[in-house]
């Protein structure tokens, strides 16, 4: 019996204690938005540093846990996949907190904005590590409250509004079902702990996995429950979508299979439905992306479409019974984040700058904005898997095990993913295109360089290397998701 | 061995550094640009030179490095006699491209970037070539798709070049997409990605798999390649892209899906396995054979013209590899190196003429033997070169490729083949008589030409006639080559 640990707990004691110790500062001290944005990375940082000596034990085999020793009353307990995610959250979330020292400079509530973002990032780690579902609940709300917040965080606008409430129905029915879900579970098992330890599962069990499903699915928008996605993402501030659309939406995807499998679905079930549903996402995201003109969403759609091809490995991974698979699958979540998060904030750099939404708008983005340029096009060129960065060594590991699984379907959905990622080319491309054709000649010369504040420029470079680093030497980055 | 595994690296590494150097000290190097990446391309070709030593006295330079482990991922390199000729051309005709460069190119702020993307797709480029790991192989081969892409979508000719680099990167990233699937494929089965391992022979794939990794590979790599159908991003690039651009994809970048089906299909499956693919290979050289010379004959935009004959000369060059003979693969690989230069030469020319006259349409040009005399030997060397005339490099490579289709079961289509030459002699003297003979149409002012470009121009011309004229290490290449291939039974 290993001993509970304090360790587990850690992450999320300094992302919340962070967060009310940063807001009662902030009030007090009349703190500057950029003095906030320094410590909000401190915070971030020393939570990542937090974590090492849990990613020690659950590298050695144990499943470190916190709260009581006796089976089924653990609080919180740590597994692989979700470590992997609070990492890479905790990472991001040093660059956007530093992103933010400048960018949110011109909004007057930047008090509130800090500390929600670190609730966020803290109900996404709590949501993860629970270790049964009434505080997966808890977190996955407090997570979710926080998503609402921030997307209607410019709320003198009105679309941020419309988005923010459109979120927040959507989110509040997804939460409903999750909890109804839960409910079920109660009703046959008389227990919450995850996974469950009682055998096959009756009709009230099978129920509420179904209905925990649908719940999850909609806070990861799966197609047909991703409407609310590119409104959100869309209209957020462009560091709030960062994050959601590189870890919080994909946090609810691991849960999933965590749940779903904890409750005693079988694995080759839920991958065929992963697989199938996969293919949906992919196809609908890069199709509807073709024909979007507001950047923004249009990132967002490919969202929807990387989704897709996450899904797509992990439920290659729990059908054929491939581990190989599912780190794959994983992979990609990681690299995807680095890539999207640059996208994000790369295009927030241009609005901030030149007020640009429209795709059409970014022509002469290079002349102006070299920097945020290059970085763009560098996501832009990853997600599109062009090697050799990272998103190519993440499609290359997908194909690879694909091809090992042999089986039809495998063959099938094969097909669909390089189709897929040949319709993605016709929505990239253009946009790299545009950041680099000259802007047409206005009266008084051409646009003037503007030089790009250091608190944005430093978290661009280091993830835009990063996607470099990875697609390069991808060694080190796959260890780690093992 | 120390020594030419620092020649592997060279071959790659000068141009590499080199287009660094030219990025980061951008400001301080914007005039001499075009001399520091000159040196670049000459060390490289001068490391590959230096390879053929130890290659005739059949020492093996490779070199494997670990990458990612985890993966089975090698950072493999390797120059046999198959990667001899097309590593050859490829750094010759990037030389030549930068040195007509020094000529066409305006200097400005942005041209040492120019000049760093031109060395980037000649590394995409010999790195293809002397890759010996698929993961390695892969990223080279997308890296000359996306030099080029950048270098037409930047530099490019007119108001359309973004939807022209639209269309060429699609197009030839769809044919990468099915050399990705195949080059996986075979990696399912060997369990490496190493090509030492495809080499060593000690594995077997299924029958219906094998079918489906030669058409993959054959499809993916005749798009690079520009067959008919597959072409359709060819007239488009070849016209929009700067010439220096124009002559590396038309006279090096085309031959590399002549490389990857002599590496993959035919070097790793026995001629048993390749002989359902024999005549529809044939079949599809002989329709872009045609059908390039037609399309040559109809076209006015003197560019254009010359780009659609590439898409004629790639047709001969599978027809030669679809014969599956001793004589056609050889007239095959000649063939790459011949059309190289001559191809270089007539788009050199074409260049020229360009900017001396700012026109482009073949109807609104002639005369321009009176007042470039140079150039127009140039052009009618070039012209009968590309015709097949003796003992220019072509006749004798088109000689070969025929008889290779006399050695097959199909009679038919080599004399189709044949006749279809024709057509070529007519495009090719039709496009020179009509710019350099005759009366000069109204208004056609001759400008100046920049030395650079008229020197590079009769160096090339100059190679053409000593490699038509001593022909013998080429063949000496082409032979060895041949013991790689299908078994070396041919």
Redesign the interface.
């Known amino acids: 019996m290993i001993e509970s640990t304090v360790w587990v707990a850690l992450p999320l004691t300094i992302l919340t204690g962070g967060a009310f110790g940063l807001y009662v500062l902030a009030r007090l001290l009349r703190l500057r938005n950029t003095h906030l944005a320094a410590l909000t990375a401190g915070v971030f940082a020393v939570a990542l540093l937090s974590l090492t000596p849990l990613f020690a034990l659950v590298r050695a085999g144990a499943a470190p846990f916190f709260g009581a020793p006796t089976p089924g009353s653990a609080f919180l307990q740590a597994d692989a996949a979700g470590l992997l995610l609070t990492a890479i959250a905790c990472g991001l979330g040093v660059a956007v907190a530093l992103y933010s020292g400048h960018y949110i400079s011109l909004d007057q509530r930047f008090i509130t904005y800090y500390p929600l973002l670190l609730m966020l990032i803290a109900g996404m780690i709590g949501m993860l590590l629970a270790a049964d579902l009434f505080n997966l609940y808890l977190f996955c709300e407090l997570m979710s409250i926080s998503a609402y917040v921030l997307v209607a965080f410019r709320r003198h606008t009105d679309t941020a509004i419309e988005a923010g409430f459109k979120y927040l129905v959507m989110g509040s029915v997804g939460t409903l079902i999750m909890l109804l879900g839960i409910a079920f579970v109660y009703r046959e098992t008389g227990q919450l702990t995850l996974p469950l330890e009682n055998g096959i599962p009756g009709p009230w069990r099978r129920a509420g996995i179904a209905c925990l499903l649908v719940g999850l699915g909609v806070k990861s928008a799966i197609v047909p429950l991703h409407t609310w996605l590119p409104d959100a993402y869309g209209r957020a501030p462009s560091s709030v979508s960062a994050l959601l659309a590189a870890v919080i939406s994909k946090s609810t995807l691991i849960l999933m299979l965590k749940v779903a499998l904890g409750l005693g679905l079988p694995a080759a079930t839920l991958g065929l439905g992963l697989l199938l549903l996969s293919f949906l996402n992919m196809t609908l995201g890069n199709g509807l992306a073709l024909v979007q003109t507001h950047t923004k969403r249009l990132l967002a759609y490919s969202s929807i479409a990387q989704t897709g091809y996450i899904m797509f490995s992990l439920g290659i991974g729990l059908r054929y019974e491939l581990p190989a698979a599912l780190q794959a699958g994983l992979f990609l979540l990681l690299t995807h984040a680095v890539m999207k998060a640059t996208a994000f904030l790369s295009k927030g750099v241009c609005h901030f700058y030149c007020n640009t939404t429209l795709v059409t708008e970014l022509r002469g983005t290079a002349q102006q904005l070299p920097l945020a340029a290059l970085t763009f096009a560098l996501s832009l ?1 990853g997600l599109a898997g ?3 960065l990272a998103g ?1 060594v993440s499609k ?2 997908i ?2 095990e694909c ?2 699984a042999a089986d039809w379907l495998a063959y099938v959905g ?1 097909a669909i993913f ?1 189709l897929n ?2 319709l993605a ?2 929505y990239y ?2 946009l790299i ?1 545009q950041l ?2 000259p802007a047409p000649a206005r009266t008084g010369g051409a646009p003037a360089r503007i030089g790009i504040s250091p608190w944005m420029a430093v978290p661009l470079l280091t993830l835009a290397a990063l996607i470099i680093a990875i697609g390069l ?3 080190p980055w ?2 780690w998701v ?1 | 061995m120390a020594i030419n595994h620092m020649l592997l690296l060279t071959i790659l590494g000068a141009p590499l550094l080199t287009a660094l150097g030219l990025v980061v000290f951008q400001k301080k190097v914007a005039r001499s640009a075009g001399w520091i990446a000159a040196a670049g391309a000459a060390l490289s070709l001068a490391a590959v030179l230096a390879l053929l030593p130890a290659l005739r006295r059949d020492e093996i330079s490779a070199l494997a490095l670990r990458w990612i482990p985890e993966a089975g991922i090698e950072f493999g390199l390797h120059v046999d006699w198959l990667t001899l000729p097309f590593l050859v051309t490829e750094a010759v005709v990037t030389l030549v491209a930068i040195l007509y460069s020094w000529g066409y190119h305006q200097v400005d702020a942005r041209t040492p970037n120019f000049y760093a993307l031109l060395l980037l797709f000649a590394v995409g480029m010999s790195g293809t070539t002397i890759a010996d790991d698929m993961f390695l192989f892969y990223i080279f081969w997308e890296l000359m798709l996306i030099a080029s892409c950048v270098l037409i979508l930047v530099w490019g000719d007119g108001e359309r070049r973004g939807a022209v680099a639209l269309k060429y990167f699609i197009f030839t990233h769809a044919g990468s997409l099915m050399v990705l699937v195949g080059l996986i494929l075979l990696y399912g089965e060997t369990g490496s990605d190493s090509f030492a391992v495809l080499r060593a022979g000690q594995w077997a794939l299924a029958p219906g798999l094998v079918t489906a990794v030669i058409t993959l590979f054959i499809l993916g790599f005749c798009v690079k390649m520009a067959i008919f159908p597959v072409h359709l991003w060819l007239p488009d690039a070849h016209t929009v892209a700067p010439m220096p651009v124009t002559i590396m994809l038309a006279a090096a970048m085309l031959s590399m899906g002549v490389y990857g089906i002599l590496r993959f299909p035919m070097s790793i499956f026995s001629a048993e396995q390749l002989l359902p693919f024999a005549a529809p290979m044939m079949i599809a050289g002989i329709i872009s054979e045609v059908y390039g010379a037609l399309m040559a004959l109809a076209e006015q935009d003197v560019k254009r013209i010359v780009a659609y004959s590439s898409v004629s000369q790639m047709g001969y060059i599978l027809f030669g590899l679809g014969t599956l003979t001793r004589e056609g693969v050889i007239g095959a690989t000649l063939h790459v190196i011949y059309h190289a230069i001559v191809k270089a030469l007539l788009f050199m020319v074409m260049g020229l003429v360009i900017r001396a006259t700012g026109r482009r349409r073949i109807g609104e040009l002639g005369g321009l033997g009176r007042s470039m005399p140079v150039v127009a030997v140039c052009a009618a060397i070039g012209a009968l070169g590309i015709a097949g005339m003796p003992p220019l490099g072509i006749f004798t490579s088109e000689w070969m490729i025929f008889s290779g289709g006399f050695h097959t079961a199909h009679i038919g289509l080599s004399i189709v083949t044949l006749f279809s030459s024709l057509l070529t002699v007519i495009y090719a003297l039709l496009l020179v008589g009509r710019i350099f003979v005759g009366a000069p149409p109204e208004g056609l002012k001759v400008g100046p030409l920049p030395k650079a470009m008229v020197l590079t121009t009769i160096a090339v011309t100059v190679l053409l006639i000593i490699e038509g004229l001593w022909p013998a290490p080429l063949f000496d290449w082409a032979e060895h080559e041949l013991l790689l291939l299908l078994g070396g039974i041919l």
């Open positions: 060129a062009i090697p050799p190519f290359w590991f194909l690879t091809l090992r094969l390089l990622s040949l080319l016709g491309l253009p295109v680099f054709t030497y991808p060694g796959l260890a093992r």
